[in-house]
């Protein structure tokens, strides 16, 4: 069993949906989480960094841990084309991008 | 501005042909990684340096040497390419090893 289970997709929404995107993990130790995006053909860029359990929001981004079920969300809401993407989640037990343990990938495509 | 930058973007090699993978990036940047992208198995750090004049082993380092050529350059060698090596391969920098790192675009190699 790997460390982080990412569901590959595809998962196609239409435009304006709320698209929730989810990460399971086994180490409980892990506390940092991050959710990358990364367009076809191009290198992942950060989207999301949390610590420990709880929400962050950023704009139409929210990214949610839940340490007790070993699980971490990000939410899109009002989806554009433009988030058409493969999202990654990634996470370690200690602060270090060296330490990351990196998901598979959800492909997502918002169709117009 | 180019950010992080790799040559070549595609290679095609064929079995004990070796090879070097070239990464520069133009932010002053004291942390630079090499990382494997392969279906189904996520983002896998193969070697990174923490600093000029360090370098460290990552997760999956056999079959590939590395060299922090100055701040700016980090080179990744495959002495024998085997079919295993192929992958696509993204360098990628930050301030330091807890500070965002970002990518480059990525060089697809085919290794027949």
């Known amino acids: 069993q790997k460390e982080v289970e990412q569901d590959p997709g595809p998962l196609s929404v239409p435009e304006g949906a709320i698209v929730s995107l989810n990460c399971t993990y086994s180490n409980s130790a892990f506390q940092y989480f991050m959710w990358y995006r990364q367009y076809s053909r191009k290198g992942p860029e950060l989207l999301m960094y949390t610590y420990s359990s709880g929400n962050k929001e950023d704009g139409r981004f929210t990214a949610q841990v839940d340490k007790s079920s070993k699980y971490i969300s990000l939410f899109i809401r009002d989806s554009q084309p433009s988030d058409s993407a493969t999202y990654l989640c990634a996470m370690s037990a200690i602060f270090g991008n060296e330490k990351l343990t990196f998901g598979t990938g959800t492909r997502l495509t918002i169709i117009p | 501005n180019a950010g992080v930058t790799q040559t070549p973007k595609f290679q095609v090699l064929k079995t004990g042909q070796s090879m070097t993978l070239q990464c520069a990036q133009d932010m002053n940047h004291n942390s630079m990684y090499w990382y494997r992208q392969d279906p189904g198995m996520g983002l896998r750090l193969i070697y990174y340096s923490a600093s000029e004049g360090t370098t460290d082993k990552g997760e999956v380092p056999n079959g590939y040497n590395v060299s922090r050529l100055n701040k700016r350059e980090f080179s990744l060698r495959l002495e024998s390419a085997a079919p295993s090596q192929t992958s696509v391969y993204f360098c990628?920098?930050?301030?330091?090893?807890?500070?965002?790192?970002?990518f480059g675009p990525g060089t697809r190699l085919t290794v027949l």
């Open positions: 990628a920098s930050g301030r330091d090893p807890t500070d965002t790192q970002y």
